[in-house]
């Protein structure tokens, strides 16, 4: 199972979607929340302005002050009316918008103090906005354009007055205690709301990889009950005109050019047979068939990968202490695509064999894939199922598998659709990866085990037959 953290190339979404260019973040952000947010600015600036005035009576250059505003007011309002409400801003325009943003508020908080002013922490918005919404280069030109503000103001600026007169000063060794404390934030708060947006978009999007595994194992066994219960229906009428057609074959066999199209109607209609039983395995909306012993669930989600170069070993027994009797579980879609998922990724990890044993007790239900492959990386046996997990791969694992991306993907759909089902998923490594090759034990590569409780997976006899309902005369 090697590296065993991949990304199945059937699962992979379409680029449009955002899902494997992680970097691409235009017109994500609509203008109309940018206008929003600029008008909750616009708003606080003016109340801290005219409270700043007529309630403390501090000398602002008022004219100064309010022609930063109404800079911001013209930009909103040009931005309002000229563009409609459900655009969405491209990385050029949504950059600057936020640079505009920064730039007025730092020549505001110039007027009115410099960082003697409490406000010059909003100077952080901007950043953390694009942080949040845009790509990274975005954010690092606007966290390098605010640290420049942020050292112009602390140098030129006009200092606060009091009412009297008076200048409002602080100490050198707290301005630059504020400077610090803000540049430091900047990076920071860019930082984890970067991170914390990238967490969210990467599971918001292994999710919709998720179900749409789920929807297409769906199909798939809704079309196989389909194309069976075509093929009972069928049935009948094909039998009939079997018989009609070998009765015609008898009775005009002095009439050779008619019997050969009787044959022919004859063949056709085998033909027809052994195609509609060769597309269906299941039956017509069988109840029995919505249930299977636990080793035949196993088989059929491994049955993709048995003939793949590797040999596939089944070992279904009772633990000690359970009943003997093995049991039925639902063929649930999420149960069959997970365990093929795992399935998969030990066939493609592994050096010649894999083993797949269930086992079962009073109370749970266990089902361990083990491969002979060089196992899991120790430094990401911990992070086994989150999605996105981008690790540098080898040369020759690149060569043997050039189709996979190394995102971790296929283990996390296996492993969200199995804990859906009731299941816990424990992941370990067979042996110590420094021994050597013939130290190590015949299963020496990576382990997944997977463990419901019973009562989550069993199925009862009711659920296969039905309850007994009245037959009306």
Known sequence: M??????????????????????????????????????????????????????????????????????????????????????????????????????????????????????????????????????????????????????????????????????????????????????????????????????????????????MALAREQKLTDLGGVVAAAAHELGTPLATIKLVSTELVEELADRPDQQEDARLIRSQADRCRDILRSMGRVGKDDRHLRQAPLGTVLREAAEPHMNRGRAVAFDVAAAPGGEDRQPSIHRHPEVIHGLRNLVQNAVDFSRSSVWIDGFWTDGTITVRITDDGEGYPAHLIGRIGDPFMRSRRGSQDQQHRPEYEGMGLGLFIAKTLLERSGAELSFANGSNPFLARDERPDRSGAIVEVVWPRSRLEASETDALGENRRIDA
């Open 2 to 211: 090697g590296y065993a953290i991949k990304a199945r190339p059937d699962l992979m979404l379409p680029a449009s979607l955002g899902l494997m260019n992680r970097d691409t973040r235009s017109e994500w952000v609509r203008l109309r929340t940018l206008i929003l947010l600029r008008w909750l600015a616009i708003a606080g600036q003016l109340a801290a302005i005219t409270v700043a005035d007529r309630v403390f009576g501090m000398l602002l250059p008022l004219g100064l002050c309010y022609l930063a505003v109404g800079a911001a007011i013209i930009a909103n309002l040009v931005a309002a009316f000229v563009f409609p409400e459900n655009k969405r801003t491209s990385e050029l325009e949504a950059m600057l918008t936020l640079l505009f943003d920064v730039s007025q508020l730092g020549l505001l908080i110039s007027l009115t103090g410099g960082l003697t002013n409490p406000f010059a922490l909003l100077i952080l918005v901007p950043v953390t906005i694009s942080a949040t919404a845009l790509e990274l280069r975005t954010t690092v030109i606007l966290g390098g354009v605010a640290i420049v503000l942020v050292t112009l103001v602390s140098v030129v600026y006009l200092p606060l007055r009091l009412a009297d007169g008076s200048v409002l000063d602080l100490p050198v060794l707290f301005e630059f205690g504020f400077w610090l404390a803000i540049v430091i934030g900047i990076v920071f708060m860019a930082l984890y709301a970067r991170r914390v947006a990238t967490e969210i978009r990467s599971m918001s999007d292994a999710l919709l990889a998720t179900q």
